[in-house]
T-cell receptor, first 114, second 111 residues
Framework: AQKITQTQPGMFVQEKEAVTLDCTYD???????LFWYKQPSSGEMIFLIY??????QNATEGRYSLNFQKARKSANLVISASQLGDSAMYFC???????????FGAGTTVTVRA | NAGVTQTPKFRVLKTGQSMTLLCAQD?????MYWYRQDPGMGLRLIHY???????AKGEVPDGYNVSRLKKQNFLLGLESAAPSQTSVYFC??????????FGSGTRLTVV
C-alpha cells in the first residue's frame, strides 16, 4: 500500500497567491515524522519543513506552513505569497517510528505564473 | 562545504556493463541511503545502512549491491546494468530522525 499519496500531479498558481499541496499518509505507528522537500529544475532536494506526530502546533518556516490534520492523516503544505522561484517539484515524505528511512510521495509540480 | 557528495554526476552505460556510484559524507552521520527517482514515482529506497559495516534492503533492491566499509562512504553497485536502471540516483545521510542531507544526484542512462 502507498504510504504517501500526493494526488495533484501538477498545479498552476498566480504569483503572490497562496497554494496548497495535498499529502495524505498511511501509518499505524504513533510516532512518525512528515517532511516536505522542494526539487527545482536543477535537481537538488531542498528540505522545506518538518512536522513530528506529537507536535501540537503546525510547523511553519517562513512562507511555508504545514497544515497537519492527524485524524485525517493529512499533511498539506501551504506556500504563501508564491514567487516565480517557487516553480518546482514538491515531495511529501514520511519517517515511521524508530525507522530512519523516508518514504516519498510521487510529487506535485508547481508552476508559478507572473 | 560539508555535505553529501556523489560521484559521478552523469554516466552512460551499455547494457551488461557494471559500475559503482560513490557517496561520501563528512558530517559523521550514522545512516546513509540510496534512492532512485523515476518520473511519476517519487524517490524509492534501494538500500540503506544504519552504520559502518551494515547494509539493508529497501523497497527496490534487485539488481543493486551496496557496501559501507567506511562510515563516511556508501557505495552503490550495478553488476550488470539494464535499461530499467536508467534513473536519477540520490544518496542521503542522516544522524537524527528529522535531519536528512541529500546529494546532488547521479543521472544514469543505460543504453
Amino acid at each position: 500500500a502507498q504510504k504517501i499519496t500526493q494526488t495533484q500531479p501538477g498545479m498552476f498558481v498566480q504569483e503572490k497567491e497562496a497554494v496548497t499541496l495535498d499529502c495524505t499518509y498511511d501509518t499505524s505507528d504513533q510516532s512518525y515524522g512528515l517532511f516536505w522537500y522542494k526539487q527545482p529544475s536543477s535537481g537538488e532536494m531542498i528540505f522545506l519543513i518538518y512536522q513530528g506526530s506529537y507536535d501540537e502546533q503546525n510547523a511553519t518556516e517562513g512562507r511555508y506552513s504545514l497544515n497537519f490534520q492527524k485524524a485525517r492523516k493529512s499533511a498539506n503544505l501551504v506556500i504563501s505569497a508564491s514567487q516565480l522561484g517557487d516553480s518546482a517539484m514538491y515531495f511529501c515524505a514520511m519517517r515511521e517510528g524508530g525507522d530512519y528511512k523516508l518514504s516519498f510521495g510521487a510529487g506535485t509540480t508547481v508552476t508559478v505564473r507572473a | 562545504n560539508a555535505g553529501v557528495t556523489q560521484t559521478p554526476k552523469f554516466r552512460v552505460l551499455k547494457t551488461g556493463q557494471s559500475m559503482t556510484l560513490l557517496c561520501a559524507q563528512d558530517m559523521n552521520h550514522e545512516y546513509m541511503y540510496w534512492y532512485r527517482q523515476d518520473p511519476g514515482m517519487g524517490l524509492r529506497l534501494i538500500h540503506y545502512s544504519v552504520g559502518e559495516g551494515t547494509t539493508a534492503k529497501g523497497e527496490v533492491p534487485d539488481g543493486y549491491n551496496v557496501s559501507r566499509l567506511k562510515k563516511q562512504n556508501f557505495l552503490l553497485g550495478l553488476e550488470s546494468a539494464a535499461p530499467s536502471q536508467t534513473s536519477v540516483y540520490f544518496c542521503a545521510s542522516s544522524r537524527t530522525a528529522n535531519g536528512y542531507t541529500f546529494g546532488s544526484g547521479t543521472r544514469l542512462t543505460v543504453v
